[in-house]
T-cell receptor
Framework: SAVISQKPSRDICQRGTSLTIQCQVD?????MFWYRQQPGQSLTLIAT?????????ESGFVIDKFPISRPNLTFSTLTVSNMSPEDSSIYLC??????????FGQGTRLTVV | GENVEQHPSTLSVQEGDSAVIKCTYS??????FPWYKQELGKGPQLIID?????GEKKDQRIAVTLNKTAKHFSLHITETQPEDSAVYFC?????????????FGSGTRLLVRP
């Protein structure tokens, strides 16, 4: 199974600022995914990040708000831009290769004040 | 698109009893159904999964069943222990586009009473 490390594990940010979350996988993976989990809720997919192409965003999520980078097969970043209190959530990255299970990082708990 | 419904939202059982969590999905193209356990402050951990060419899969105290016709799949935990207390999520995905775009159920908070 892949080991996924996320940084930071938590942060408290001022509204109007941006935070970049890093996701590092210990092996090369084809697909990486970013999810949002609001308090006490389920996981909602934000976007799919494949190496060498632009991220694909789900309905309700836009690149200007959540820019994503995927520079290689083991790393991705998600930026939460121009934050508001409504962006307070847990952000999770997930990774998997073709025909293997999807594994998750431990998440980044973001509080916007 | 896919929609996954999960029941119950909370489940309380006595230690040693069994627990069953049920999910239904809407997209007949879905062919991969994982279950995740999430403990407080941690990311989801894959505990078992099943693919559409299999009706049942078991791993020690945990089993998953799949009814493709009815679009139902269930998680069964036998001989529950206090450390099984967590939030459990089912998910559905299609491999047709070679991605793991998992659609999650709403989650079940399981409490195992000692």
């Amino acid at each position: 199974s892949a080991v996924i490390s996320q940084k930071p594990s938590r942060d408290i940010c001022q509204r109007g600022t941006s935070l970049t979350i890093q996701c590092q996988v210990d092996s090369q993976v084809t697909m990486m995914f970013w999810y949002r989990q609001q308090p006490g809720q389920s996981l909602t997919l934000i976007a799919t990040a494949n190496q060498g192409s632009e991220a694909t965003y789900e309905s309700g999520f836009v690149i200007d708000k959540f820019p994503i980078s995927r520079p290689n097969l083991t790393f991705s970043t998600l930026t939460v831009s121009n934050m508001s209190p409504e962006d307070s959530s847990i952000y999770l990255c997930s990774a998997g290769a073709a025909n293997t299970e999807a594994f998750f990082g431990q998440g980044t708990r973001l509080t916007v004040v | 698109g896919e929609n996954v419904e999960q029941h119950p939202s909370t489940l309380s059982v006595q230690e040693g009893d069994s627990a069953v969590i049920k999910c239904t999905y809407s997209d007949s193209a879905s062919n991969y159904f994982p279950w995740y356990k999430q403990e407080l402050g941690k990311g989801p951990q894959l505990i078992i999964d099943i693919r559409s060419n299999v009706g049942e899969k078991k791993d020690q105290r945990i089993a998953v069943t799949l009814n493709k016709t009815a679009k139902h799949f269930s998680l069964h935990i036998t001989e529950t222990q206090p450390e099984d207390s967590a939030v459990y999520f089912c998910a559905a995905s299609s491999f047709m586009d070679s991605s793991y775009k998992l659609i999650f159920g709403s989650g079940t908070r399981l409490l195992v009473r000692p």
